[in-house]
């Protein structure tokens, strides 16, 4: 009989503690997606966390797909996209979540295309790129270049970076059968850095150890690098937002985290990690 | 000689149950040993029912590929022409064959490199090396199999693929050959060990019978112990290929994925297993992509499968052959 008392006594005990601690003290936000953004996003929680001792932000990546994905099913509270949801993914989420998918621009991106340093050219059309990971350009002396084949480097299909890619510089034609999908813009720019003849893609505030090309808008038109003011002018082609999405208006904890990151210092962060701050936004560059 | 007292001990049979009186303690020990005996029996059953579960369910998520169709993809569609594989896309192509190639492709390569390096290396263990030696490698290989598959796959992106590049010259620095270079790490151990203990489990006296007959102690290994543990040669080696066509970190960080319909080992490869870890994260629930994506997931299983059936079918074969009676 003791026994049956210490077991309601103890799940008494345990009932008492769960209660005792109202869960609202500890503000868990989850933010999933973009790997693109995923460096950015950890270093927001990092910072936010040190600010708010109250607050646990959890960042992880694995592509603005399954970043949208988890939004839809409900295992995420933020959702890190490198683009646009689509229309139907927004009906989703108003679906399964019973609530608007809402849309918070958090940065701005040069979506850049990187060369090997040893590379001598500095500047291709968008044509040009396009035609490259079409797979219609095999070699690099076809514009310009020395004779060596090309070798394509880009990110995996679950990339919001990929399909934005895919729309604004395949005209979403296929990529060529020897394009290479690697897991993260961490690997594209380490394999080409790495590859003399390699060519890829990625998020600006990746672009270490290899070089970034200006891009212009057709054959005849100038070069524009992938740099702050032609990003805000919007003179870069490849120029694009970056943004958070909720399901519903944020509340609570996430609504802080919101504010905050749009805020100057969570903007600062932005330019700290090799983003672009919004134009709009308190910090000036 | 150790071994064959071993042989001997498996061989004693007792003669009789030796006769105690039927006290209350030996009902209880006979009631604790039937106990006993179902509850091991149940958990066997579990372990197998799981794996029967899992088949099951992957299967159930590719079938309405049969009774759908959902999008106008059906079970024909991933073998049918384009031979492409691009799911993001404006008119999606779900061809499976270059990703049963390249898997092929990869696996092929890492089991000739791992198979003759983990054979000698086991036949100098088992053979040659005297015993102090023997106890310092073995264990020192099959550390190689704790080796988590994401450092070999970081170690062979940062360290291999640019040497095996360099010294034959190939044009994409990420390729079938890198791949199964790496690979071939993951699965050494795996084939060294099984072959190692089979051929260690070979009885002496086919040792001193050859070794009395005047062959020399190379000859004795070569044609004597070797072909004597061929059916745990041949289990090891299946293991290894198992554990080859299945394995995803090191193929989706070291083949550069992209699915080529070519037999081409020095270009970029893309298999099955790193295709469903790439794509399964962001796929649309009950889309056509994720039908496609279980239907990969239920070939592996069934390759694998058949491998397994097809190797314990030669290797029970062998057995029989060379020693008269199926184990």
């Keep these: ?285 | 000689m150790k071994r064959e007292a071993i042989v001997r001990d498996n061989l004693y049979v007792p003669a009789k149950r030796p006769r105690v009186n039927a006290s209350n303690g030996l009902k209880w020990r006979r009631v604790m040993d039937r106990v006993a005996e179902k509850l091991i029996l149940f958990f066997a059953l579990i372990a197998i029912s799981i794996i029967f579960l899992i088949f099951v369910y992957i299967a159930r998520e590719a079938f309405p590929l049969i009774t759908q169709s959902p999008e106008g993809i059906s079970l024909s569609s991933p073998f049918t022409a384009p031979f492409v594989w691009q799911p993001v896309s404006g008119v999606p192509k779900y061809n499976v064959v270059p990703l049963i190639l390249g898997t092929f492709k990869v696996t092929l390569i890492a089991m000739l490199i791992a198979t003759p390096l983990a054979l000698l290396a086991a036949l100098y263990t088992a053979e040659f090396a005297p015993p102090s030696l023997r106890e310092w490698i073995k264990p020192t290989i099959e550390l190689l199999a704790g080796i988590p598959s994401v450092v070999i796959g970081f170690f062979v992106l940062i360290v291999i693929a640019s040497w095996v590049q360099s010294v034959f010259g190939f044009e994409f620095r990420l390729n079938a050959v890198t791949a199964g270079i790496g690979l071939s790490l993951a699965i050494i151990p795996v084939i060294y060990t099984i072959t190692e203990d089979a051929l260690t489990a070979v009885p002496n006296h086919y040792r001193e019978a050859s070794l009395a007959l005047g062959a020399s102690k190379a000859q004795t290994a070569m044609r004597v112990i070797l072909p004597a543990a061929s059916p745990g040669i041949g289990a090891a080696m299946i293991l290894g290929f198992g554990r080859a066509i299945g394995e995803t970190m090191i193929v989706l960080m070291v083949s550069g994925n992209a699915a080529m319909l070519t037999l081409d080992p020095a270009v970029p490869v893309r298999t099955l297993a790193a295709t469903i870890a790439a794509e399964l994260g962001e796929v649309v629930f009950g889309s056509g992509h994720y039908r496609i994506l279980f239907f990969l997931g239920t070939l592996l299983f069934l390759i694998t499968s058949a491998l397994n059936w097809a190797g314990d079918r030669v290797n029970r074969r062998l057995r029989s052959r060379l020693f008269g009676s199926p184990a």
Excluded at chain 1, 29 to 39: F, I, Q
Excluded at chain 1, 57 to 77: E, R, Y
Excluded at chain 1, 166 to 175: Q, S, T, Y
Excluded at chain 1, 223 to 239: D, G, H, I, K, T
């Design chain 1, 1 to 285: 009989m003791t026994t049956k008392y210490y077991f309601v006594s103890t799940l008494a005990v345990l009932l008492l503690f769960g209660c005792a601690q109202p869960p609202s003290e500890r503000q868990a936000v989850t933010v999933k997606g973009s790997d693109t953004m995923v460096l950015l996003g950890q270093r927001w929680a990092e910072i936010y966390m040190k600010d708010h001792p109250n607050a646990t932000i959890q960042v992880t990546g694995g592509g603005s797909g399954t970043g949208i994905a988890a939004l839809i099913n409900g295992s995420t509270q933020i959702c890190q996209a490198s683009r646009p949801m689509k229309a139907e993914e927004k009906a989703s989420v108003k679906q399964q979540r019973n609530a608007d998918a809402v849309e918070i621009p958090v940065a701005l991106d040069a979506l850049a295309v990187y060369l090997n340093k040893q590379n001598p050219l500095q500047h291709l059309s968008m044509e040009q790129v396009g035609r490259i990971f079409r797979g219609e350009v095999k070699n690099w002396k076809e514009i310009g270049g020395p004779d060596a084949t090309i070798v394509l480097y880009g990110r995996e299909n679950s990339s919001g970076t990929y399909v934005f890619f895919k729309e604004h510089v395949l005209a979403n034609a296929d990529f060529a059968q020897n394009y290479q999908g690697l897991p993260g813009t961490a690997a594209v720019t380490n394999a080409v850095a790495k590859d003399v003849n390699g060519i890829g893609y990625g998020g600006i505030g990746y672009a270490t150890e290899i070089k970034t090309i200006g891009i212009s808008k057709d054959a005849t038109g100038e070069p524009v690098a992938p740099s702050m003011e032609n990003v805000y002018s919007n003179a870069y082609p490849l120029s694009r937002q970056l943004f958070w999405y909720t399901a519903g208006t944020p509340t609570g904890a996430a609504k802080d985290l919101v504010d905050w990151v749009l805020g100057p210092d969570g903007q600062k962060i932005v330019s700290d990690v090799g983003y672009y701050p919004l134009k709009n936004s308190k910090q000036t560059p």
